[in-house]
């Protein structure tokens, strides 16, 4: 069976980063977006990056809350995709979930119905 694997999260200081990373198991990320998502305890998930599909170009999206901090890229010999989070603020602190979506275009959405693989989490925390 697939699974994505998230790694990277810890503990940060405000300000401070990380890199999470999201790797395939048993499939190839060439043809699907791949999305983050995070949940923080009585939130609902947040979608907060997503990366088109390889042969749609790659192109990054971010929610508002995460953009100009966090940047998606993806290693397309690693077959992994990743995140990294600047700036960290104590309000990132969330379960954060990477998830990959096949359709036809390879656009991402943050539709957590639509996604068709996701990992079990990292846990990021931002605190002093």
């Known amino acids: 069976q697939s699974q994505l694997v998230e790694s990277g999260g810890g503990l940060a200081q405000p300000g401070g980063s990380l890199r999470l990373s999201c790797t395939v198991s048993?499939?190839?990320?060439?043809?699907?977006?791949v999305g983050w998502f995070r949940q923080a305890p009585g939130k609902g998930r947040e979608g907060v990056s997503c990366?088109?599909?390889?042969?749609?170009?790659?192109?990054?999206r971010y929610a508002d809350s995460v953009a100009g901090r966090f940047t998606v890229s993806r290693d397309n010999y690693e077959n992994t995709v990743y995140l990294l989070m600047n700036s960290l603020k104590p309000e990132d602190t969330a379960i954060y979930h990477c998830?990959?979506?096949?359709?036809?275009?390879?656009?991402?959405?943050?539709?957590?119905?639509?996604?068709?693989?996701w990992g079990k989490g990292t846990q990021v925390t931002v605190s002093s």
């Open positions: 048993g499939f190839t990320l060439y043809h699907y977006a």
């Open positions: 998830a990959a979506v096949l359709n036809t275009f390879g656009e991402c959405t943050y539709d957590s119905d639509s996604q068709d693989l």
């Open positions: 990366i088109s599909s390889i042969p749609s170009g790659g192109r990054p």
